[in-house]
Nanobody, 125 residues
Framework: EVQLQASGGGLVQPGGSLRLSCAASGFPFDDYAIGWFRQAPGKEREGLACIKNSGGYAYYTHPVKGRFTISRDNAKNTVYLQLDSLNSQDTAVYFC??????????????????WGKGTLVTVSS
């Protein structure tokens, strides 16, 4: 059974940081790129970052570039998303997904094959 479990969300003050984790199982983790997406209340889901299967290449969308950092530990079948300089617009449910390495730079939902349940991040004072 394929599983992608995002965790690490919570309540954080503006300017604060969080580290999200995505634990994967049930598929050949080393063969897949992992992406992070989020969906804010009343908005469509948007791509944030993607890291290729080797971990050597990472890509970000404009809203989070320079503030968020994606990394992976293939020995642990886990991908991380470090969230820094958070603001209220970062409040959302955050999802991780596994997909095609060749399409990783585009950080597109359509390139993802497997999805996990999200974790809620709330940025508020």
């Amino acid at each position: 059974e394929v599983q992608l479990q995002a965790s690490g969300g919570g309540l954080v003050q503006p300017g604060g940081s969080l580290r999200l984790s995505c634990a994967a199982s049930g598929f050949p983790f080393d063969d897949y790129a992992i992406g992070w997406f989020r969906q804010a209340p009343g908005k469509e889901r948007e791509g944030l970052a993607c890291i290729k299967n080797s971990g050597g290449y990472a890509y970000y969308t404009h809203p989070v570039k320079g503030r968020f950092t994606i990394s992976r530990d293939n020995a642990k079948n886990t991908v991380y998303l470090q969230l820094d300089s958070l603001n209220s617009q970062d409040t959302a449910v955050y999802f991780c997904a596994a997909g095609e390495p060749v399409r990783c730079p585009y950080i597109m939902e359509s390139a993802m094959h497997y999805w996990g349940k999200g974790t809620l991040v709330t940025v508020s004072s």
